[in-house]
């Protein structure tokens, strides 16, 4: 079991999720936590993990990193959403291992499940049947993940435990228009669009200095875009290079890349707001908003988290105290060579199939995609409209998750979506001062 001396890496500290499990911790008393930006470390690199795990020696680690997107990046970046993932866990995983971690957490997402799973899904309903289209890759990667654990369990006796939360949202939310979740993109989406109605260019361009907006536009004709790249929100005028290559972009038919901030030309902003569904009092979102989705305050996550790394070892969700051969003196020491067995541990055949040993963390509730939009209409104090386009995809119809496991290893959670919402708003107002 840890103490509050245990050193623990928290992979991905700065993230939404990485960043509520440190600051749990912390309040708890887990002061000998360690953190690597990613600038610092790229989990990406093998070597570059090797040499941290050398390094810090860390006895526990959380598993929060990963290459992460809505559904648009997911459905376009399909090879980066499948490798960056894989690289990540193998990587981490397997130097926990070779460097003796006491206990591992890894975060998953509900979107392992199939996309027609019987609704809640239990864990149980892990491949059994087709993925959502749209997030396949990253479910894919995320299954491979919480299969490394529970394998890693079984031949060597290991104590990694994987937890699979709902749709996440709170303080550190990417509220990227590009790449956000649902929810945070949906409440800048609609923040904006009250702002343009107000007339509040100060606060449009305080925003957009903090967070710029890129878009690939495909243009009309080479006017446009000549003229598009010749007022690109610059103080200065883009070079004759840029100009001309942007009027060949689109008299190629191609799409060309805007990116505005706080000093972009008011008409530009207006017009790649605008390719996101934003204008003035009225904000087009994408698919018919019926889709059915679970909410997770993420403090409420990272205490179920923190509660499950310090009070809940893999015995304990399967029931059974020794559950690989290196608990019976099985040596688990040697080198991996599919030409012999000596030194490899091993699972024990005879205890039978050992799977699903995730662990589902939300809320057990759901709303429809139109149902939170209409509450973040409310909490901003939108007056304008709110569309749905039926040509764009849903997504998967339902997400709602059994925490049937979850309440009886004794944990709830405790924020409402009603509250959580106004709390995410007031954390993202909070952050453009």
Request: with cysteine; charged share 20%.
């Amino acid at each position: 079991m840890l103490d509050k001396n245990s050193k623990i890496y928290i992979a991905g500290h700065h993230g939404l999720v990485g960043s509520a499990i440190w600051n749990n911790l912390l309040s708890r008393g887990y002061s000998n936590l360690v953190g690597r930006t990613h600038k610092e470390l790229d989990l990406t690199d093998q070597l570059a993990v090797r040499r941290f795990f050398d390094e810090e020696r860390p006895d526990a680690v959380v598993l929060a990193a990963a290459f992460v997107g809505g559904i648009m990046a997911n459905n376009l970046y399909r090879a980066d959403f499948i490798m960056m993932n894989m690289k990540i866990q193998c990587n981490v995983i397997s130097e926990a291992y070779s460097h003796g971690v006491k206990k591992l957490l890894f975060l998953g997402s509900t979107c392992i499940y199939p996309r027609d799973a019987e609704q809640p899904m239990k864990e149980t309903a892990l491949l059994t049947g087709p993925l959502e289209y749209t997030n396949e890759e990253y479910a894919i990667a995320k299954i491979a993940g919480l299969k490394m654990c529970e394998s890693y369990n079984l031949q060597y006796g290991t104590n990694y435990i994987a937890v699979m939360p709902t749709n996440l949202y709170g303080p550190n939310d990417n509220f990227h228009l590009e790449n956000s979740h649902v929810m945070p993109a949906m409440m800048r989406k609609i923040y904006l669009a009250k702002l343009i109605h107000d007339g509040d260019w100060a606060a449009i361009r305080k925003d957009l200095t903090i967070r710029p907006v890129g878009a690939n536009i495909k243009e009309n004709g080479v006017a446009s875009a000549a003229s598009e790249a010749a007022s690109a929100g610059r103080c200065a005028a883009p070079s004759a290079a840029a100009v001309t290559s942007a009027a060949a972009s689109a008299a190629a038919g191609e799409a060309v890349r805007y990116v505005i901030d706080g000093s972009s030309d008011e008409a530009l902003i207006r017009k790649v707001l605008g390719f996101y569904g934003i204008s003035d009092n009225h904000v087009a979102l994408w698919g018919t908003g019926k889709p059915l989705r679970e909410f997770l305050w993420s403090e409420d996550m990272a205490d179920a988290s923190v509660y499950l790394l310090l009070n809940v070892d893999f015995k304990d969700i399967i029931g059974i105290e020794k559950y690989s051969s290196v608990h019976y003196g099985i040596s688990a020491d040697g080198v991996v060579d599919r030409n012999h067995s000596t030194g490899r541990g091993g699972a024990i055949p005879s205890l039978g199939e050992i799977r699903n040993c995730h662990i589902n963390i939300g809320t057990g509730k759901e709303l429809t995609i139109r149902e939170l939009s209409e509450l973040i209409v409310k909490t901003v104090g939108f007056t304008g409209t709110v569309t749905f386009d039926p040509s764009k995809p849903d997504g998967t119809p339902r997400k709602l998750i059994d925490v049937t496991k979850l309440h009886s290893l004794g944990w709830t959670h405790k924020i409402e979506i009603t509250d959580g919402v106004q709390k995410l708003y007031d954390w993202y107002k909070g952050s453009l001062e």
